[in-house]
């Protein structure tokens, strides 16, 4: 935890759900993320990129990367993590990746859950 180093992205990312048929391999490039669910395709796309392609999404996020190496084996860490943010209001979506963990964070708080992170270290 001491070697968290949490960065901001500067854009705005959304969280949209389309049918798989939908998902183009256009859109995949594109996406920061995706997961499949049963009720559709869960794609991370730039804001601006949702919004010209008139996609539905609730809410803007800002990605917060935690430069440490984590394992995906490592216990409590990404806990730790988003009880912290809870602690002051903040909703935390967290993506385990395999280098690092990303925090996606309500656009407007991202100051002060770049804040608490580091107060984690």
């Known amino acids: 935890m001491r070697d968290l180093s949490p960065t901001a992205s500067d854009e705005d990312f959304v969280f949209v759900s389309l049918p798989d048929e939908q998902v183009t391999s256009s ?3 594109q996406s920061k993320g ?3 669910e049963r009720e559709g395709v869960t794609l991370i796309l730039d804001a601006l990129l949702a919004r010209e392609l008139g996609l539905s999404f609730e809410g803007t996020f800002r ?3 935690c430069e440490v190496h984590s394992s995906l084996d490592a216990v409590g860490m990404t806990a730790a993590m988003s009880t912290a943010l809870a602690k002051v209001g903040i909703s935390a979506n967290v993506v385990a990746a395999y280098y690092h963990d990303h925090i996606f ?12 992170l580091v107060a984690l270290s």
Not at 106 to 115: D, G, H, I, R, Y
Request: with cysteine.
């Open 27 to 29: 859109l995949l490039r």
């Open 34 to 36: 995706m997961h499949r």
């Open 63 to 65: 990605c917060i990367t």
């Open 105 to 116: 964070v309500p656009s407007a708080q991202v100051e002060t859950a770049l804040n608490v």
